[in-house]
């Protein structure tokens, strides 16, 4: 059985992993991307 | 915060979220337990899905490789990319799994038999494709070169395939279409093929925030070059 836990729990660790990966990668994008579009607006209202 | 609607999203990743419940089911309270390894054989239904889903994305790695060298275009590039890294995961699972049901089994945790030697390869191949990916800063050349990379490499994928078939090795011969020795109880092949299609539908729910975090940084480039071009 201890076999069996260690390989399932290696799938679903991996996976969560990638997706925690992804979901911190796309908010520190997103806040750069409202940060760009912030200092933008301010570049075309000079 | 940047909050886009992504209705096809949220429905793939529930559908994908319900099938896999369905798949964990069926692989712990369905599938009989098999007769010679007993509970241990269980990592089979995640095992071989897994090599499934990553010569899955290779082949659409080939594909999207072979579109942008056809047509160019940086979408095939950028489709091309996220496929790799997702098969890479998962061909990483495969290569974990497998000497994790091997030990038991077979006594050892690796042996340098074909199947498993071809598959570490393939790992190799397509870990090497982001590298270059990474370390080539010329957009153009690195979607060339890793274009070119993503189509031999692929040759790797029938081999790793038809190596049980080809020649002798300690890793079991194919359950389907394999012969007239070959075949699943039915119970446990209904479980097989669940299992195959949540991967296939994990593939695509992953592919999609994949592509959704390119498309973000692709944004934040634009908004870059027109920040250059006002101040």
Redesign the interface.
């Given at each position: 059985m201890k076999w069996l836990f260690a390989a399932y729990a290696v799938i679903w660790l991996a996976v969560f992993l990638y997706l925690f990966d992804l979901a911190k990668k796309q908010k520190a994008i997103a806040r750069e991307v409202e940060g760009l579009k912030a200092k933008l607006g301010n570049a075309d209202k000079k | 915060?940047?909050e886009r609607k992504d209705t096809i999203g949220t429905v793939l990743t529930a559908i994908t979220a319900v099938a896999m419940i369905v798949s964990l089911y069926m692989v712990f309270l369905f599938a009989p337990r098999e007769a010679t390894m007993g509970?241990?054989q269980?990592?089979f239904y995640?095992?071989v899905p897994?090599a499934w889903l990553a010569f899955f994305a290779f082949f659409l790695v080939f594909v999207f490789s072979f579109l942008y060298l056809l047509r160019g275009g940086r979408r095939w590039d950028t489709l091309a990319a996220a496929s790799a890294e997702i098969g890479v995961?998962f061909c990483?699972?495969v290569l974990?799994?497998g000497p994790?049901?091997a030990?038991?089994v077979w006594g050892v945790w690796w042996t340098w038999d074909a199947r498993l030697t071809l598959t570490l390869v393939l790992w190799l191949i397509y870990v090497a494709y982001l590298m270059l990916r990474h370390y080539m800063a010329d957009p153009e050349r690195r979607a060339t070169f890793a274009a070119v990379l993503g189509i031999i490499g692929f040759i790797d994928v029938p081999l790793v395939y038809f190596s049980i078939r080809w020649w002798r090795t300690q890793h079991p011969q194919p359950v389907m279409a394999g012969g007239d020795d070959s075949g699943l109880e039915p119970a446990m092949l209904a479980t097989l093929l669940v299992c195959i299609g949540t991967f296939t539908l994990?593939y695509l729910t992953?592919l999609r925030?994949?592509l959704?975090?390119q498309a973000?940084?692709d944004?934040?480039d634009t908004?870059?070059d027109?920040?250059e071009q006002?101040?």
């Amino acid at each position: 059985m201890k076999w069996l836990f260690a390989a399932y729990a290696v799938i679903w660790l991996a996976v969560f992993l990638y997706l925690f990966d992804l979901a911190k990668k796309q908010k520190a994008i997103a806040r750069e991307v409202e940060g760009l579009k912030a200092k933008l607006g301010n570049a075309d209202k000079k | 915060m940047i909050e886009r609607k992504d209705t096809i999203g949220t429905v793939l990743t529930a559908i994908t979220a319900v099938a896999m419940i369905v798949s964990l089911y069926m692989v712990f309270l369905f599938a009989p337990r098999e007769a010679t390894m007993g509970d241990v054989q269980r990592i089979f239904y995640f095992h071989v899905p897994s090599a499934w889903l990553a010569f899955f994305a290779f082949f659409l790695v080939f594909v999207f490789s072979f579109l942008y060298l056809l047509r160019g275009g940086r979408r095939w590039d950028t489709l091309a990319a996220a496929s790799a890294e997702i098969g890479v995961l998962f061909c990483t699972l495969v290569l974990v799994t497998g000497p994790i049901w091997a030990k038991p089994v077979w006594g050892v945790w690796w042996t340098w038999d074909a199947r498993l030697t071809l598959t570490l390869v393939l790992w190799l191949i397509y870990v090497a494709y982001l590298m270059l990916r990474h370390y080539m800063a010329d957009p153009e050349r690195r979607a060339t070169f890793a274009a070119v990379l993503g189509i031999i490499g692929f040759i790797d994928v029938p081999l790793v395939y038809f190596s049980i078939r080809w020649w002798r090795t300690q890793h079991p011969q194919p359950v389907m279409a394999g012969g007239d020795d070959s075949g699943l109880e039915p119970a446990m092949l209904a479980t097989l093929l669940v299992c195959i299609g949540t991967f296939t539908l994990l593939y695509l729910t992953l592919l999609r925030y994949r592509l959704k975090l390119q498309a973000l940084r692709d944004e934040v480039d634009t908004l870059q070059d027109r920040l250059e071009q006002a101040g």
